[in-house]
C-alpha cells in the first residue's frame, strides 16, 4: 500500500513541482472563464430572471452558479491532464521513459491524473467562495464538495483517456473542439435539461458533465440528491480508468 502511494507521489511530482511554481498562473487561467460567464449570463442576460428548480422559483444566477462550478471541474482537471501529458509523450517523450520504469500501470494512471484533480479543486473552490460572498443561495455540505472532487476525478481520467488516444498536438485540439466544447454549452450548466425535448435530454444524459451539474448543483443548492445521477458519474469515472490502463498495459500509447 506505502509502495503503491509512494509510485504515485513519484509519477505525479514534476506536474506537482510545475502547479507550485505556476499557482498564480493556474489560478487566474482557471477563473478567467468562470467569471466572464457568471457577469454575462448570470448578472448580464439573467440578473433578474428566476427558473424554477426543485419545485420552487429561484434566482437564475443561483441556478448557474454550481453548473459553472461543474463546468470548472471539467475545463481546469481535464486540460491541465490532457495538455501536459499530450506534451510529454509527443514532445518531450518523457512519458515513453515513464512507462520502463517498475511502476506499477495504476500507479501511472492515478499519478498522472493528479495534476488535474487538484487544479480543478482549486479553481471550484474559489467559485464557490466568490458565490458564497455574493450571498447567491448555495450551502456549504460534505456532500457538495464529494461531488466536486468525484467530478475532478472523473474529467482528470478523462483528459487522460484523451491524451493517451490522440496521435498529434492537432488532434489534442479537434478533441476540445468536437467533445468538450459541446459538453460546455448543452449540459446543463446554464440551462435546465427538464425543458428539452426527450430525446434531447436521453442525449444529453449520456454526457457525464451532465451528472456532474445535476449533482452539484443539488447539493449546492440542498435539493433532493439524485442517486441514480451519482451511480451513472462513479461509472464512468470508472470506465475511464480502466480505458486507460488498457491503453497503457497495451503500449497502445
Known sequence: MFRRLREIY????????FMKHNILNVILMSLMSPILYLIAFGYG???SATIEYGGEQIKYVSFMLPGIIALSTLSSSF????TRMNVQRLYYKSFDEMLM???????????KSILGILRGLL??????????ALDIGMIPSLGFFAMVLLSCIAFSLLGETAALVVKTHQGM???????????TFLCGTFFSTASLPPIFQGILYMIPLTYSSELIRATALGAEFPWILLIALLAYTVVFYFINLYLIKTRRV
Request: proline content about 4%; aromatic content about 10%; some cysteine.
Open 79 to 82: 486540460t491541465s491532464t490532457a
Open 123 to 132: 479553481s471550484s473552490i474559489v467559485i464557490f467562495i466568490i458565490g458564497l
Open 10 to 17: 513519484y509519477v505525479s511530482w514534476a506536474d506537482l513541482a
Open 173 to 183: 485540439s479537434l478533441f476540445n473542439t468536437l467533445i468538450v466544447l459541446p459538453m
Open 101 to 111: 520504469c517498475p511502476i506499477h500501470y495504476s500507479s501511472i494512471v492515478i499519478g
Open 45 to 47: 442576460l439573467g440578473g
